[in-house]
């Protein structure tokens, strides 16, 4: 099997698929790095007792 044996746009596949998951992967990175995902927002009782002391 040579390499002429295969279709030209093989190449370009095999780009899309890894710009598009470099893509996903990058966003995915971005938004796990994200600081306020450490943090859990008030709930409605401790907002709720916080006004009433």
Known sequence: ME???YPSH???DALSLLI???VILL???RLLSRPDLDRD???ALETESSGDA
Do not use: F, Q, V
């Open 3 to 5: 390499l002429t044996d």
């Open 10 to 12: 093989s190449m370009i």
């Open 20 to 22: 598009s998951h470099g």
């Open 27 to 29: 966003a995915a990175w």
């Open 41 to 43: 927002p008030p709930s």
